[in-house]
């Protein structure tokens, strides 16, 4: 299984970035298991940002809560983090992940 995350980038604050992780070589059915999203910001530990749960249930970090939106298309076996109002503080490297797998990350960088 491979998980591939793109759309990481530099963004002033306030603006939007849109990230999708893309999952393939699947041994188990994608629509079946949450899809989450982490990050890792310079010096600090690995932290959940968002879950997409079976379904339409998602539940977000308090950070992210109202100005991020995560979705998955089963279909594409893709899961995607929308981030608008991003801040400094959202700069960190972010991770998908899927039961115990995880994809490489992509780095977003705020400036103020």
């Known amino acids: 299984v491979q998980l591939q995350a793109f759309g990481g980038g530099w963004v002033q604050a306030g603006g939007s970035l849109r990230l999708s992780c893309k999952a393939s070589g699947l041994t188990f059915r994608f629509s079946s298991y949450a899809l989450a999203w982490y990050r890792q910001a310079p010096g600090k530990e690995r932290e959940l940002v968002a879950v997409q749960g079976v379904g339409n249930s998602s539940h977000y970090a308090a950070s992210a809560k109202g100005r991020f939106t995560v979705s998955r298309d089963n279909a594409a076996s893709t899961v995607d983090l929308q981030m608008n109002s991003l801040k400094p503080e959202d700069t960190a490297v972010y991770f998908c992940?899927?039961?115990?797998?995880w994809g490489q990350g992509t780095l977003v960088t705020v400036s103020s």
């Open positions: 992940s899927v039961l115990s797998f």
